[in-house]
Nanobody, 121 residues
Framework: VQLQASGGGLVQAGGSLRLSCAASGSIFGLKTMGWFRQAPGKQRELVATITSDGRRDYADSLKGRFTISTISRDSAKTTVYLQMNSLKPEDTAVYYC?????????????WGQGTQVTVSS
């Protein structure tokens, strides 16, 4: 299973970015997909997740702000998006895609390669 993340970049504070992550490979099924981020010198933290039936969850520290951004999946449920609005410099981090995928009836957790988001003040 490969998770290909894209959409990161440099944006000014208050701006927006839309991250995408496409799953490919010999996938039998996909359950929860989501985004995590890791800022320099900090631990990787949850941003948001979405289940195969559309239930969304956001990190407690981001609720109230990132709920104005949206995590979503395409109709095939193999691509997950994260629309981030009103970005702040503290959102600067490498954003990683994550997915629970089934290959040959075995469920495993996979990580994408990460995409850099830099928010300038």
């Amino acid at each position: 299973v490969q998770l290909q993340a894209s959409g990161g970049g440099l944006v000014q504070a208050g701006g927006s970015l839309r991250l995408s992550c496409a799953a490919s490979g010999s996938i039998f099924g996909l359950k929860t997909m989501g985004w995590f981020r890791q800022a320099p010198g900090k631990q990787r933290e949850l941003v948001a997740t979405i289940t195969s039936d559309g239930r969304r969850d956001y990190a407690d520290s981001l609720k109230g702000r990132f709920t104005i951004s949206t995590i979503s999946r395409d109709s095939a449920k193999t691509t997950v998006y994260l629309q981030m609005n009103s970005l702040k410099p503290e959102d600067t981090a490498v954003y990683y895609c994550n997915a629970d995928a089934s290959v040959l009836s075995k469920w495993l957790n996979y990580w994408g390669q990460g995409t850099q988001v830099t928010v300038s003040s």
